[in-house]
């Protein structure tokens, strides 16, 4: 296991249109989150999952955003009709639960344009 | 008044200085306090993880704790060019559900 892998690396896209990225965590970890970072600024939390289900959402995360992590495995997130300030990189991480000694990996990102 | 305070820099030092690097928090029951490096176009990666107050060394870095005064530092010793990154201190919500961030203070090692 290599880690926790984001796909893609990079995407461009137009406004309006929907994008979706893949997250595959580190196999043996229970939760999975999503952060979204803009220049200048640290990583927002958006979600996470416990196995497969959905604990929390941050009120940053509109209608138009939607993930999932079917069988607890790999995660999606899902932006419909993209809009400029959707701009920014979408970091995932997974983990155990958080606490004393436990460490939550993060991947490279996705980095989101939209023009 | 955001959680997690941090000094978006830029911070421009000396190779072989000593830097220093802060954090102020307004949330008392924060107990895990974390570092993390970011270099440019990467992911988030730990460096120094404590647990309540109290100093914690790891080589040339040293992360310090006052639960009292709400205010956690890392300390580089001998900086290196390589050291030049964004670093990003982080707390876990009481709830241990997710890591709160702050801005990030951007680090540049001068050779």
Known sequence: ?115 | QKEVEQDPGPLSVPEGAIVSLNCTYSNSAFQYFMWYRQYSRKGPELLMYTYSSGNKEDGRFTAQVDKSSKYISLFIRDSQPSDSATYLCAMIDPGGDKIIFGKGTRLHILP
Request: proline letters at 3%.
């Open chain 1, 1 to 115: 296991d290599t880690g926790v892998s984001q796909d893609p690396r990079h995407k461009i896209t137009k406004r309006g249109q929907n994008v979706t990225f893949r997250c595959d965590p580190i196999s043996e970890h229970n939760r999975l989150y999503w952060y979204r970072q803009t220049l200048g600024q640290g990583p927002e939390f958006l979600t996470y999952f416990q196995n497969e289900a959905q604990l929390e959402k941050s009120r940053l995360l509109s209608d138009r955003f939607s993930a999932e992590r079917p069988k607890g495995s790999f995660s999606t997130l899902e932006i419909q009709r993209t809009e400029q300030g959707d701009s920014a990189m979408y970091l995932c991480a997974s983990s155990f639960r958080l606490g004393v000694n436990t460490e939550a990996f993060f991947g490279q990102g996705t980095r989101l344009t939209v023009v």
